[in-house]
């Protein structure tokens, strides 16, 4: 036999040992992807209802008296504020269906509309102090359960015992859609509003302006924190058993469960130094020492890819040590750092666990104004939302992790971008 | 040994012909690594110079417990291209950076004897490597200009040691650098374009520009044209050639055609040791030790 035919005879074998090998690869590639696409899919389907809410249209009649604005007083902020809107609201309602005369059908029909329906109401005032003893139409919002019932169809065939509507509401609705008085719109204070117990008032800003404020915090103290130590650490520090050490632990406090930075949070941060608890403050503090072995360990790769050639040169060149450093290594060692936080960051954007511990899980129905005040994150926000009973809550808790996610995404974009836009040739 | 005076040491150069005992010495030495203070060899030749403007005398360099250098005499002459020359490991690049201290940079290198900058110990404690560094500048083999501009690169240097009083002075600088590197046709119009982005020749034009921008009395090149073209070699030869008026240059090469067009003196190095120093065309024509002239006719490296 020749030296070919053995190699041929061979060839057959390895071509397919590499066919099966790259098989497998896509086959896991593509499962991957599979689950990703269900998954993401799964999330978006749950969170459209969410980014659309039902409205009434309803003739709203400002009678002072109703109101219960005394004759005659001029009309500030501070009456407005204190008026009676949600008993013009019921009147509105009563009035399109003025055969409902029993009380527990009234109020049955008064909660076809939410509660945040006086608010609009009102704020249409503040607005226009000559809409008082008008009669206008206006849309305000459905109640959640209105809203949950024309957007599941599986809910109509159920019996009135096993959904929340009951059968004389549902023949309500049909007149006011009839009368085209429903309608559904965009759902802008899912973007624009805070938490709420009401599922059709509560919205995401909250959480993500504490999210914002929370990051802040952590990118203030993590980045210059864990720069300056990978630069002491790959670039200064002598070469001993104490250096080792502490290069170690770093390591090591990367894979610590991160809800154990909580309870130091908690008992240093809150209880020692007195941090006002769930404040983005405190919140950006704990995410801060959890980040800091990330950063670090991405930063010192990124200071140690820095070709020595730029370093001799600069030597060379006669720059000290610390010139060199700051002058050459540092700048060239930062696109890696930038992405070494930013991915950072989206791990502390993410994170729930160590914030239960210092009280961000509060109900907080404000957005919040500084670092001090008290506030909520996106996750946080998302877990509290998974953990309401309302229906409508549902969507809104996929309609967050659309929102978390979107950011997550971006982040990493950016990540990329910036390794892309600084990525060099030596 | 070479702490003597260079007529002792001339008075030993052996002839080639019956060497063949030196070579083995040479030889055995080197393969145990020990560390022999009396390691027993002379260098042939003329390592000394009546007007040195670098000296260095029994230098040794250990990389941990290896040694790389074998008590090393030998003079750089002010206005003289030296070429060192020697099979791959030699230690030709330990013995050129240990000339601006680039070998403090390296934690396991230690560097013994007395090496000196017109009488001044380069090792002393009073010597600062950074100030040291800005006279005996350094071009290294592979080109590796900054990742800034052409200017950036050239200003740095200046820069660094506040050479230049004002933006004006400091373009003067980077032009005539430039200039004398013969890069300035080529770059005039692209100054604020990356270093990075020329082409090899001109990118290692680039660091001698940015290397006499700091106006250094001694200039220390690592094989400057090994990554380069016939073309571009011979641009940077000549300029070589043109520096020589003005600084003292030490140059490491692998290419014998090239010691031989840019030098005027030629040191070759065998396993750490120098072997033969001398002017370069009696050291290329006429090699006095069998280890030269099997280098130089191909039997070695
Ligand atoms: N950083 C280092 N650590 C340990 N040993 C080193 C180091 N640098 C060089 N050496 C050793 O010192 C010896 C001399 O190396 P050097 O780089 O000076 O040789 P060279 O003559 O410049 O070779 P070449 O012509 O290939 O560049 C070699 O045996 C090498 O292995
Ligand atoms: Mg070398």
Redesign the interface.
């Known amino acids: 036999m020749t030296n070919t035919e053995k190699v041929k005879r061979g060839l057959a074998k390895r071509y397919r040992k590499e066919r099966r090998f790259r098989a497998m690869g896509l086959i896991a590639v593509l499962l991957g992807f599979a689950f990703l696409i269900v998954l993401l899919s799964d999330i978006t389907i749950k969170a459209l209802p969410a980014f659309h809410q039902t409205y009434l249209k309803l003739d709203i009649n400002l009678d002072p008296e109703v109101l219960g604005l005394a004759p005659g007083r001029p009309l500030d902020e501070k009456a407005i504020l204190h008026a009676d809107f949600r008993s013009v609201v019921r009147r509105s309602m009563y009035a399109l269906f003025p055969e409902v005369r029993k009380r527990r059908d009234k109020r049955k029909l008064a909660a076809l509309v939410s509660t945040g329906a006086q608010y609009q109401v009102r704020d249409r005032l503040l607005r226009d102090h000559a809409l008082l003893g008008q009669t206008f139409s206006m849309w305000v919002l459905a109640d959640d359960d209105v809203d949950t019932y024309l957007n599941t169809r599986s809910l109509r065939d159920l019996k009135q015992s096993e959904r929340r509507l009951r059968d004389n509401q549902v023949a309500w609705l049909e007149r006011l859609k009839q009368e085209g008085r429903i309608d559904r719109r965009f759902n802008w204070l899912f973007f624009s509003s805070a938490d709420s117990r009401e599922p059709e008032l509560a919205g995401i800003l909250g959480a993500v302006v504490g999210s914002f404020y929370t990051l802040l915090v952590t990118i203030g103290l993590a980045f210059p924190l864990s720069l300056a130590a990978a630069v002491y650490l790959e670039e200064f520090a002598p070469?001993n058993r104490w250096v080792d050490f502490i290069e170690v632990n770093i390591n090591n406090l990367a894979a610590v469960p991160s809800i154990v930075f909580g309870l130091l949070g908690l008992a240093v941060f809150i209880n020692f130094f007195g941090v006002p608890r769930s404040s983005p403050l405190v919140g950006g503090m704990v995410l801060a020492l959890m980040t800091l072995p990330t950063i670090i360990i991405a930063a010192r790769a990124a200071l140690k890819a820095v070709?020595p050639?730029?370093?001799?040169?600069?030597?060379?060149?006669?720059?000290?040590h610390t010139?060199m450093v700051f002058?050459?290594v540092v700048p060239?060692a930062m696109p890696g750092v930038l992405t070494g936080t930013i991915i950072g960051m989206a791990q502390a954007l993410g994170e729930t666990a160590p914030l239960l511990m210092i009280g961000m899980v509060a109900f907080i129905v404000d957005i919040p104004q500084g670092f001090t005040d008290s506030a909520t994150v996106l996750p946080v926000q998302i877990y509290l939302w998974a953990d309401s009973p309302e229906r409508a809550f549902v969507a809104k808790t996929s309609a967050a992790i659309l929102v978390l996610l979107g950011f997550l995404v971006l982040m990493n974009g950016i990540a990329i971008l910036l390794r892309k836009r600084f990525e060099?040739?030596? | 040994m070479m702490s003597e005076q260079p007529t002792t040491a001339a008075t030993r150069v052996r002839v080639p012909e019956d060497d063949d005992d030196a070579i083995l010495s040479v030889g055995a030495t080197s393969q145990g690594g020990a560390v022999e203070p009396e390691n027993g060899y002379t260098t042939v030749g003329e390592p000394f110079v009546d007007q040195p403007k670098m000296q260095t005398r029994d230098v040794n360099v250990f990389y941990a417990d290896k040694q790389a250098i074998f008590d090393v005499n030998l003079d750089f002459a002010a206005n003289e291209v030296l070429a060192l020359i020697g099979p791959s490991g030699c230690g030709k690049s330990t013995y050129l950076r240990c000339l601006n201290r680039m070998n403090d940079t390296i934690p396991i290198c230690r560097v013994a004897g007395e090496l000196l900058l017109d009488d001044e110990d380069i090792y002393a404690k009073s010597m600062d490597p950074v100030l040291l560094r800005a006279r005996v500048g350094m071009v290294f083999q592979k080109p590796n200009p900054f990742p800034k501009s052409v200017y950036d690169n050239v200003a740095y240097g200046p820069r660094l040691h506040g050479l230049a009083a004002n933006k004006s002075e400091l373009d003067e600088i980077v032009e005539t650098s430039l200039k004398r590197a013969g890069l300035w046709n080529e770059v005039k119009d692209r100054l604020a374009e990356p270093g990075t982005g020329l082409s090899g020749g001109q990118q290692q034009r680039l660091c001698i520009a940015r290397t006499i921008a700091v106006n250094p009395e001694v200039i220390l090149m690592d094989e400057p044209a090994s990554a380069l073209d016939p073309i571009a070699t011979a641009v940077i030869e000549e300029l070589i050639d043109e520096l020589r008026q003005k600084y003292t240059i030490a140059i490491v090469t692998h290419s014998m055609q090239q010691a031989a067009r840019v030098s005027q003196r030629t040191a070759y190095f065998h396993l750490g040791k120098l072997i033969e120093v001398g002017d370069t065309d009696r050291v290329f024509t006429n090699p006095r030790h069998q280890l030269t002239e099997n280098y130089i006719t191909g039997r070695i490296g």
């Open positions: 070469r070709p050639s730029i370093r001799e040169a600069a030597l060379g060149l006669g720059a000290s010139q002058h050459h060239l060099r040739k030596w």
